[in-house]
């Protein structure tokens, strides 16, 4: 058991502890204690305002380790069908597919329509994903297009220029690459509502299908079939916390 004040490494409280690995609120920790379900380092636990180190201490709960994570970051190849959400009564959630995760306070990065496939991060890493959303700081945002329609030949320019929604708003300069037939490759520095679908709109064009290949530095992973996901290597988290802002306009093109 954590003796209070004697070890260096932080600390917590063994109710916070098993809330966070969602074990329980409060209240449900505290009558786990009072039945003795719980157990640090091999020792009954007496009560619940006990303080564990999660790096050294082993908790148990009915005889099964609760392992601990602080953060998590999964990469998911997101399929069509599942909503990027956390909750919702039709559909399956983005977070339901991550099913080895530990913790139970993951969210998505961002939104992608239930019919829009590709790279979506999920976690519970609050300040990277505020990071990484906000349009202030230029995270490039790649998708791969499939459209009907005849695209104008400014498609590029109008896109460079930024484009007026439906709604009048403007999005900032992006980026369209065409890539022959009815495909292209848009790279995007902020996330409107339908904002690719949108965009093409306002060229008299409809978007059939859209992926997302990349956020910043971090590219899908193409042996994630579509539903599949894995843990970020720390490496990858590591750009997408250092990741800079690109600026589209500087790079030459805008
Ligand atoms: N733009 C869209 O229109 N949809 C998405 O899912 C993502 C970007």
């Known amino acids: 058991m954590a003796d209070k004040g004697k070890k260096k490494a932080p600390s917590m409280r063994l109710d916070k502890f098993l809330a966070e690995m969602g074990r329980g609120t409060r209240a449900q920790v505290k009558d786990m204690v009072r039945k003795g379900r ?16 999660p790096e050294e201490d082993r908790v148990s709960l009915d ?5 601990y994570a602080r953060m998590e970051y999964y990469m998911l190849n997101k399929p069509q069908g599942v909503v990027s959400a ?17 913790r139970r306070d993951l969210f998505p990065v961002g939104r992608l329509d239930i019919d829009t496939e590709g ?72 996330g409107k ?3 690719v679908k949108r965009m093409f709109q306002a060229l008299g064009c409809q978007v059939v299908y ?27 988290i590591a750009a997408l916390k250092n990741c800079k802002s690109a600026s589209i306009e500087n790079e030459g093109i805008g």
Do not use: C
């Open 38 to 53: 719980i157990q640090i380092n091999g020792q009954v636990v007496k009560t619940p305002e006990v303080k564990v180190n």
């Open 63 to 67: 005889g099964g380790i609760v392992e």
């Open 86 to 102: 956390t909750e919702d009564g039709r559909h399956t959630t983005v977070t339901e597919l991550i099913d080895t995760a530990l």
């Open 119 to 190: 790279l979506l991060l999920i976690t519970n890493d609050g300040e990277l994903a505020h990071s990484l959303l906000s349009p202030r700081n230029h995270v490039d945002k790649v998708y791969r297009v499939r459209f009907q329609g005849r695209m104008p030949s400014d498609g590029e320019q109008r896109f460079k220029e930024g484009i007026v929604l439906d709604d009048g708003t403007k999005t900032l300069p992006a980026r369209l690459k065409a890539l022959g037939g009815s495909e292209a490759e848009v790279t995007v520095q902020e």
């Open 193 to 195: 509502f339908h904002q």
């Open 210 to 236: 859209l992926k997302r290949l990349s956020v910043g530095p971090l590219e899908l992973d193409e042996n994630l079939e579509t539903g599949q996901y894995r843990p970020l290597s720390e490496a990858e």
